[in-house]
């Protein structure tokens, strides 16, 4: 019973470099987003998608990109990495009802040096 | 543009002591969620109040949306230390667009 799979959970990367955070769920859902944790604070929404084939910016979609090409699979894509990026990274999906629980994925941390 | 305000930022109190957090915006909510997290970990849902004036109970927990939804609160009676952890309010106008709260640290003492 996977549920809301990340890849990787750790990762390092020196400004400039390009990365692609991976995300599966196995729950057929249709919402899947993508938000980022600074340290002590609350959840920031980067990207979300209802569906394969649409996405659609959130708070914070600066220097990221998404795909979503199908319902299981929503990457999170950094071109140029910057410090400001060093954050905790978490993926969640829910289905489609409007109040639906947003199942979480356990984290990618990500730091930028 | 959507944003939801919670306060306190931070909370410290007695083991046995009653604690209230609020969860604050200036838009309509479709539904609003609170969330707790432990560190290390993603947020797990505690409970979803739909209807203006709703109030939904969870053991110690209780939880209420205001009557125009545009704001929550969560009351915890005789706080555990168990109940540490931070606290988040999640919400969207729409089905599809979840935003949260700057979070509720709460750190009960023994």
């Known amino acids: 019973n996977a549920g809301v799979t990340q890849t990787p959970k750790f990762r390092i990367l020196k400004i400039g470099q390009s990365m692609t955070l991976q995300c599966t769920q196995d729950?057929?859902?249709?919402?899947m987003y993508w938000y980022r944790q600074d340290p002590g604070m609350g959840l920031k929404l980067i990207y979300y998608?209802?569906?394969?084939?649409?996405?659609d910016k959130g708070e914070v979609p600066n220097g990221y990109n998404v795909s979503r090409s199908t319902t299981e699979d929503f990457p999170l894509r950094l071109e140029l990495a910057a410090p400001s990026q060093t954050s905790v990274y978490f993926c969640?999906?829910?289905?489609?009802?409007?109040?639906?629980?947003?199942?979480f994925g356990e984290g990618s941390r990500l730091t930028v040096l | 543009t959507q944003l939801l305000e919670q306060s306190p930022q931070f909370l410290s109190i007695q083991e046995g002591e009653n604690l209230t957090v609020y969860c604050n915006s200036s838009?309509?909510?479709?539904?609003l969620q609170w969330y707790r997290q432990e560190p290390g970990e993603g947020p797990v849902l505690l409970v979803t109040?739909?209807?203006?004036?709703e109030v939904k109970k969870l053991k110690r927990l209780t939880f209420q949306f205001g009557d125009a939804r545009k704001d929550s609160s969560l009351h915890i009676t005789a706080a555990q230390p168990g109940d540490t952890g931070l606290y988040l309010c999640?919400?969207?106008?729409?089905?599809?667009?979840?935003?949260f709260g700057s979070g509720t640290r709460l750190s009960i003492r023994p």
């Open positions: 999640a919400g969207g106008s729409s089905a599809s667009k979840i935003i």
């Open positions: 109040v739909v209807t203006g004036g």
């Open positions: 729950m057929n859902h249709n919402y």
């Open positions: 969640a999906s829910r289905g489609a009802m409007n109040t639906g629980e947003l199942f």
């Open positions: 838009s309509v909510f479709s539904s």
């Open positions: 998608s209802v569906g394969a084939g649409i996405t």
